[in-house]
Structure formats: structure tokens, C-alpha cells
DNA sequence: GCCATAGATTGACGTAGTTCAATGGCTCAA
DNA sequence: TTGAGCCATTGAACTACGTCAATCTATGGC
């Protein structure tokens, strides 16, 4: 009785998310890390600079105040996407490159066809 | 007496973003529409499916309702990630694979190397 | 033509996110 | 120890987003 197939003029799939809630929340939290202009802008200087860049150039870099600026590199940060170094009254951050590598493998990994439709 | 390098302590560098507002905004739109727990389920059932999937699929799938579900689908195809296909009275949504690869293109580029720091 | 059904749209509500001014903590120099 | 500078945090205002109930549109069967 609970095995009876669906039976259905439009589909004869019966389709389940295999990405579960659980597990999708992390990815779109990382995700929604990235879905910031300013964000990808402050990523953007991090990544083409190969090492450290001190916040004071990033607050002169974007028409922003420091106060945003500051909240930006949290989120980044708390997202696994950036990191930093203090150094005296100077904070350095730089880009998590695996981090990135890891969130582009899972983008790719989510759409890989396994099920005919 | 425009050109005078800064003197700072902090950093030698005068960094300024190559990627423009106006350049990361629809990277951004397209990113958004990407981190949603919700959405990212329904696009991992199209893309896990190899052909076209039925609405009324996707609203068994998930727990939501079938106005929140076709709003999903709504963002998710305005940026391009997915596109649908009418029969009748039936909608078939399915991944356009090639916006996902450019995505993760960009994400890529975004962060390559390239200035000294 | 009429009705049932699939799916999209609208409107409303609650929550989450972006921004800045003001302020706080910390470190170094004098 | 006092002051100045760098960066983080807080609080408030405004906007954007996710969700559902209700409604609308369009299609196909009778």
C-alpha cells in the first residue's frame, strides 16, 4: 500500500531532494557571503593581491565607511572566506583560496546529472 | 602633485578594485539567487535529474507551498540559472548547466593572483 | 461553453541584511 | 600615563527577502 507507484498524466518521476536542509543551509550561508557587490569587490582586491592587504586600503578602495567596511570582512570572514592577521594596531587580511576552490566544487558537485528524467 | 606615493606604516601598496560596481552587481543578482537553502534543493533535483522536471514535482519535493515554489523558480530562472519549457498545462524546469560553469568561472577569475602584496 | 486543474501573480507580514554615526578597546609613541 | 590612530562593535533606520493565503490566467476535457 505505501509502495503503490504514483500515477500522473504530466511526470513519472518521483523525485527527492538528496541535499537535505541540514545540509544545504551552510552552502547558502557561504554563498550568500559572496552575494554582495561590496563583498565581492573587497574578495576581488584580496584575491589579486598574492599577499596581505591592511583594512585602510580596503576603506579607501571602496566608497564605504569604515564601520561597513569592518562588517564586510566579518562576514567573509565568518564564512571561512577570508582570514587575518593583526600586527601591531594593523589588521592584514587575505583570501582562503581553498575555501573558494571548495565552495566551486560544491556548486559543481550539486548539478552533476545522476537520474534520467 | 597628484601622483605623490602615499607614506604609510601600515602597507606600501595603493590598491584600488579592478572589478567596478557596475561588474560585480549582476555576479552578485546571480549569487543571490543561488544562496537560498530552498533554492539550492530545487536546483540540485534538476540538475540531478538529466532531463525536465514538472512543477508539481518540485512542490512534493519540498516543503513549501506551491506559490513560494514557483517564486523560487522565478528568482532562479531571472538569473539565468535554470529555464523552463511549457506542455500543455504542465511546466517542465530544468538546469541550463553552461550559466552554472560560467558561474563558477567567475568565481574563479575573481580571486586569481596577480599584483605583488 | 463550462468546469477542473496547473501554475503564476498579488498583497501582506515577519525576518534578515546593508549602511552610517557614535562609541569602545587596544596598541604604540611620547 | 596620556594621547593618537587603527579597527571593531553597537544601535538605529531603511531596504530587501522568504513565505503563505487568496486570487488570477490559461489549458484541456466534457
Chains 1, 2 share one sequence.
Not at 545540509?23 to 589579486?48: H, S, V
Not at 561597513?68 to 572566506?81: D, E, F, K, N, W
Request: charged residues 30%.
Amino acid at each position: 500500500m505505501e509502495l503503490e507507484p504514483k500515477v500522473r498524466g504530466c511526470c513519472r518521476l518521483d523525485v527527492r531532494s538528496e541535499l537535505t536542509e541540514a545540509a544545504a543551509r551552510p552552502l547558502a550561508e557561504r554563498l550568500a557571503a559572496l552575494a554582495d557587490p561590496n563583498r565581492l569587490r573587497l574578495l576581488e582586491i584580496l584575491g589579486r593581491c598574492a599577499g596581505k592587504v591592511c583594512v585602510c586600503e580596503l576603506v579607501e578602495a571602496l566608497p564605504l565607511s569604515q564601520p561597513t567596511i569592518s562588517h564586510h570582512l566579518r562576514v567573509l570572514r565568518a564564512a571561512g572566506l577570508i582570514d587575518y592577521e593583526k600586527r601591531g594596531v594593523w589588521a592584514y587580511y587575505y583570501v582562503r583560496r581553498e575555501a573558494l576552490q571548495e565552495l566551486e566544487a560544491q556548486i559543481r558537485g550539486l548539478v552533476a546529472p545522476s537520474v534520467e528524467g
